[in-house]
T-cell receptor, first 112, second 109 residues
């Protein structure tokens, strides 16, 4: 069983479109994250939720909107996609903030 | 906030040699230091971690050392094998994770 799963794995879309990436964890963790990994492999945190509440919101354009319907799910919606949004987006979870993070398999987003 | 620097950015070693990756951090409140390995096209996965009350930890061919006074920690891989080739990330955590910029390790057969 996959501990942190995210869909879709690959996404190719045109500039200006709106897209969503879904994430679910079955580890019983309280904290979930979205990370962005660019072409240089830098891992940058975007958001973190603890028990459905936003606790970390790094400097991210407001075109990115996370939603956590419950503590096992954290989805990422992106409006008006731009070329610079092309990256790998990793969902992750941990028992609590600062504990070991477990990553999903990543969602490869390409904006053309 | 925390600032984690990681060196080198790329590292090539001959199979069987040792590899060392170094990280420094700035926030003295950081108390947890994990290392992640990311193979090409895969997710980052935890390989070893250390907490601030420990100076060294070893797991088979992998070891991590921590110097709290100097605020630096290192990953040591001995007897490297081709399957060790990957990107390695260090992180420091006072509460949230701050990742280093990654080291691309290539083990030459």
């Amino acid at each position: 069983d996959t501990a942190v799963s995210q869909t879709p794995k690959y996404l190719v879309t045109q500039m200006g479109n709106d897209k969503s990436i879904k994430c679910e964890q079955n580890l019983g963790h309280d904290t979930m994250y979205w990370y962005k990994q660019d072409s240089k492999k830098f891992l940058k945190i975007m958001f973190s939720y603890n028990n459905k509440e936003l606790i970390i919101n790094e400097t991210v354009p407001n075109r990115f909107s996370p939603k956590s319907p419950d503590k096992a799910h954290l989805n990422l919606h992106i409006n008006s996609l731009e070329l610079g949004d092309s990256a790998v987006y990793f969902c992750a979870s941990s028992q609590a903030l600062g504990n070991t993070i477990y990553f999903g398999e990543g969602s490869w987003l390409t904006v053309v | 906030g925390e600032n984690v620097e990681q060196h080198p950015s790329t590292l090539s070693v001959q199979e069987g040699d040792s590899a060392v990756i170094k990280c420094t951090y700035s926030d003295s409140a950081s108390n947890y230091f994990p290392w992640y390995k990311q193979e090409l096209g895969k997710r980052p996965q935890l390989i070893i971690d250390i907490r601030s009350n420990v100076g060294e930890k070893k797991d088979q061919r992998i070891a991590v050392t921590l110097n709290k006074t100097a605020k630096h920690f290192s990953l040591h891989i001995t007897e490297t094998q081709p399957e060790d080739s990957a990107v390695y990330f260090c992180a420091a955590s006072p509460n949230q994770f701050y990742f280093g910029t990654g080291t691309s390790l290539t083990v030459i057969p």
